[in-house]
């Protein structure tokens, strides 16, 4: 009888103990991501680059198995290591793509789906077709990505058309695959720009150093204008029409 009790006793705290044992075993399927995306220097074959960040980012990237196959898509060469965290690794590797005439472009941001395109491939019309619309603020927050956007820029002290003129001799102007697109939106106060962030982002830039100077030209033609009329209101003054 004893004997019987020691074993149900054995059977209840095995019982008792196997949960515990099974809760206290790691779960791969809830490890954490990585918190930095690593790059050894050496060569790196580009689909393992891109299945990296897909992975890093917690994205789907699709891609054409035919645009790898060309034999000159060389492996990326690293001199140096890279430690990159998200923001980082994307602005990376994205320019790592551009040197090779590829852009990430977005599909479905909400669900994390984007797509590679080959810039000289037969589906490079739709890069421009699915640019990210953004404030002029967060394109130059993101002044280092290599994905197409679009914003409308204001502007207090040039015309657009004025501004227009003065980008076209520094942005490569192409409504395809790259390049800088300017647009109006329908008056003298605002642009719209369209392209890849950088480009963007250098745009915006310039337009902001144009309308800052306009502005101090400005200021300058109004101080003049008001020290003319305080001479003039001197020269007629009491007295002085006698």
């Not at 809760?23 to 790196?44: C, I, M, R, Y």
């Not at 994205?94 to 589906?123: C, E, H, K």
């Not at 699915?130 to 040039?158: F, G």
Request: glycine share 8%.
């Amino acid at each position: 009888m004893k004997l019987f009790q020691s074993i149900a006793a054995c059977l209840i705290a095995g019982a008792t103990i196997l949960p515990n044992a099974l809760e206290s075993q790691p779960n791969d399927a809830t490890l954490p991501t990585p918190q930095k995306f690593v790059l050894e220097a050496g060569p790196h074959d580009a689909i393992d680059v891109l299945n990296q960040l897909a992975n890093f980012l917690q994205r789907n990237i699709l891609w054409n198995e035919q645009d790898f196959s060309n034999p000159g898509m060389q492996p990326f060469t690293l001199q140096n290591r890279v430690e990159l965290d998200p923001r980082g690794a994307e602005a990376f590797v994205g320019q790592l793509f551009y040197t090779r005439n590829f852009a990430f472009v977005p599909l479905d941001v909400g669900r994390g789906l984007w797509q590679l395109i080959n810039m000289q491939g037969s589906q490079r019309g739709e890069i421009m077709s699915r640019p990210l619309t953004m404030s002029a603020e967060k394109v130059l927050a993101n002044a280092d990505m290599y994905y197409p956007v679009r914003c409308t820029v204001p502007l207090k002290h040039i015309r657009a058309m004025t501004a227009t003129t003065t980008l076209r001799p520094f942005f490569h102007s192409s409504g395809s695959s790259g390049g800088l697109v300017v647009g109006n939106v329908g008056n003298e106060d605002a642009l719209l720009l369209q392209g890849f962030a950088n480009q963007v982002a250098g745009a915006i830039e310039l337009l902001r150093s144009i309308d800052a100077g306009r502005a101090q030209e400005v200021s300058r033609f109004e101080d003049r204008l008001q020290k003319i009329e305080a001479r003039i209101q001197l020269l007629e003054g009491p007295g002085r029409g006698r």
